[in-house]
């Protein structure tokens, strides 16, 4: 009988252990800041915290990451291939102060990336793929580059199809 107590005690634990971890049963899900950054064509882009379609995909990359240089030509090629289906897509240089090396690796991605050199949005790693509905309000994240065999399908396991 005390096994079983010890057992249950433990389990019960654990269980609140992983409440904790996931946002505790919250009903609140994470969201992007409702935040406006510059554009390397100089304009202030519109809020994270929105979109102009009813899911968005906002893809965080940094300077410093060897693999968002080596994927960048399948990150413009998926967002071609987004714009074409109807689905908002944008880019966020940042996970850097350096000001000019940001500048320089948005330049890849064209004069619509967002320049992120105050650590505004806060990233588990680079690059990251983080799908989000009209409001903000995140779907789906996916830290790394996912990989699939072309651009529908890793549309359709994100969910963005």
Known sequence: MKTLAVVAALAACLAACL????GGGSSAAPRL?????????GPLGGSL???PTAKCLTVLVAPWC???HLVTP????FRRYLDAKGVS???????????GAIKEFAASFGADALLDDGGAVPARGVPSFIVTDR????????DGFPRSSGPEDLARDLGLL
């Open 33 to 41: 800041p409702d935040v406006r950054l510059p554009t390397l064509g």
């Open 89 to 99: 897509s944008r880019v966020v240089v940042g996970q850097s102060d350096d000001l």
């Open 135 to 142: 409001t903000g309000r995140v779907l789906e994240a996916v």
């Open 49 to 51: 915290a929105s979109c």
């Open 74 to 77: 399948e990150i413009k090629g």
């Open 66 to 68: 060897p693999v968002c």
């Open 19 to 22: 409440a904790a971890c996931s």
